[in-house]
């Protein structure tokens, strides 16, 4: 399942296509969204944001397209007049002069107005979103702090999109680990420096999955494991999907649980009790 990064360089690239660009024709796959299409048609993209794993684009007559890509949803983007090689559904279609955006196979798609978006049940429960550039350290230590969330154990908040959206089931290895902390700690059994540190690896890892792809080694150590062999899969992370292998930092071998029906990395050593 895409996490924020992912879906934030879906975001991209489909913003690179349409952003302040006239959009010439608007299909929609959904019949119940058909009444929008004219009324789309001949407006301009504004912009392309992201909360969490939802998408809004953004028109300049106040509507804005929402799409939740689950776990199937997918976007192109093609110069016209080619067409993306899919057998799947098409949801979305956006055309400018010279390209097109495509949504395939999500079916949670809306068209809202600014109070349809304050209303939305899934943007009314979601917290910030991981990767907006103006969330500070200290925004997520106040939220850490709060008493909404200080009393759960971290392995749940860093999967609750209502803390932080955007998160995901990689990330919160990969950032627990880098903190020091044990999963099932909560925020109010650590000190204030625990949340300092936490805070500055959730924005730092984050922000590393989005500019690299998803690959949370730092540059360094990805092109020493490449320069070993180690295939994309095999290098990309510290402790994710790492069971049994020796961690980077202590070479304590990485345990595997489930916490939330998930799976879960920790080394031991790293993230003591
Ligand atoms: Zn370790």
Known sequence: ??????????????????????IEEVVFGLASLKPFE???SGRTVTAVDTRGKAMLT????????????QLYGRWYTVRRPRMPKTKRQLRVELCT??????????????VLDDAGLSAHPFLARVGPDILD????????VDRLQAPRFNNRA???LYLDQAF???????????????????PSRKPASLTAADHEKLAAETLKIARRSYRSGGIIVTRELASQLKAEGLSRGRYRFYVFGREGQPCRRCETPIERRTMGSRNLFTCPTCQPP
């Open 154 to 156: 971290l392995g749940g």
């Open 1 to 22: 399942m895409p996490e924020g990064p992912e879906i934030r360089r879906a975001a991209d690239k489909v913003a690179s296509v349409l952003v302040g660009r006239k």
């Open 164 to 182: 932080l959206a955007g998160n995901g089931n990689y990330l919160r290895s990969e950032i627990l680990w880098a903190a020091g902390i044990e």
């Open 97 to 110: 002069a010279s390209h097109k955006a495509l949504l395939y196979s999500a079916s949670d798609i809306a």
């Open 38 to 40: 004219k009324r789309l």
């Open 58 to 69: 953004r028109f300049d007559n106040d509507l804005t397209i929402y799409s939740h890509n």
């Open 133 to 140: 550039r103006s969330l500070t350290k200290s925004q997520i």
